[in-house]
């Protein structure tokens, strides 16, 4: 049902962002007793809280419109969010955009005995994610394919 809502929303509400605004991801997930409905939005050179607000104000009403409502009787909560600097990565787009950033992965299962790995994203053909992995002090290239990735985003390097 998670991912129902999420492509639903996504394909009702992209013809609507206006432009310079980009859907960035739908995240539908329970926080405490609440579930919420993430609308992560950005533009280049980045989003400002005043937007986000203007976003929301423009996504509510037509939220409520849509038929039919794919949300449980219990409602949601409506939240309108910048990506951030550690922002998802959840489509192949997502990962072609994340070349030369650090990267964290979680996999669904071990790779070489690994479960999740960090490190600068080198490559991304649609298929296979490639890392260059700090290894203790040295730097070793880690080929995931994509099918394997159950959480990603990127890191802030410090």
Do not use: C
């Not at 005995?113 to 080198?122: C, L, N, P, R, T």
């Amino acid at each position: 049902m998670m991912s129902d809502i999420t492509e639903v929303v996504e394909d009702y509400l992209r013809p609507y962002l206006p432009e310079p605004f980009v859907l960035h991801a739908i995240e539908w997930e329970k926080f405490g007793g609440d579930m919420v409905l993430r609308i992560l939005v950005d533009r280049l050179g980045g989003i400002t809280i005043d937007e986000t607000g203007e976003l929301s104000e423009l996504i509510s009403p037509l939220l409520d419109r849509l038929s039919p409502d794919p949300f449980p009787k219990e409602g949601y909560l409506l939240e309108v969010a910048s990506p951030g600097a550690e922002r998802p990565l959840k489509k192949p787009e997502h990962f072609k955009e994340a070349i030369g950033e650090f990267v964290f992965v979680k996999l669904y299962q071990k790779l070489d005995g690994i479960k999740e790995f960090s490190g600068d994203a080198v490559d991304f053909d649609g298929h296979v994610l490639t890392l260059d992995v700090l290894d203790k002090t040295r730097h070793k290239t880690v080929v995931i394919p994509f099918e394997l990735i159950s959480k990603a985003q990127t890191m802030v390097k410090f």
